[in-house]
């Protein structure tokens, strides 16, 4: 593995160069790329791996508050399983004015070809299921 670009990245767009970026900012964009593709595939909607993506989320409102565990560890176990370009990474519940998302701080240690860079991402649930990530 590259190290610095996630493999439908690479399928997409291959260079004939295999060279690390120390671009910390490019890196972070792929991975952020990267989670908005896993968490808006519904599981059981890949071919290669049936707990690829989200679990579905239509019961969401009737399991609310036991709903917001289930899937601050869905979002865990999903950049474990599929982003390790993400190391350590952390999930928290982060309580939000709208009641109609779900909002989670993610912290983790981001591996570059050189060393580790600490950062903190945002991941917000929306009503209709959409996960929504930034930076």
């Known amino acids: 593995m ?3 670009r996630s493999l439908l990245d690479r399928l997409r767009h291959p260079s004939p160069e295999r060279r690390a970026s120390t671009d910390v900012g490019a890196l972070q964009d792929s991975v ?3 989670l908005r593709h896993i968490f808006n595939t519904r599981q059981g909607q890949s071919a290669t791996a049936e707990d690829y993506g989200m679990p579905d989320m239509t019961n969401l409102p009737h399991a609310y508050p036991d709903s917001i565990e289930a899937v601050r560890r869905a979002i865990q176990d999903g950049i474990v399983k599929y982003e390790p370009r993400l190391q350590s990474a952390r999930v ?4 939000d004015d709208d009641p109609q998302v779900l909002r989670f701080e993610i912290t983790a ?4 070809p050189t060393d580790r860079q600490r950062i903190r991402l945002e991941s917000v649930v929306t009503p209709a299921g959409r996960v929504r990530f930034r930076g």
């Open 92 to 95: 928290r519940y982060v309580d």
């Open 109 to 112: 240690q981001l591996r570059t």
């Open 32 to 34: 952020l790329a990267n």
């Open 2 to 4: 590259s190290g610095e």
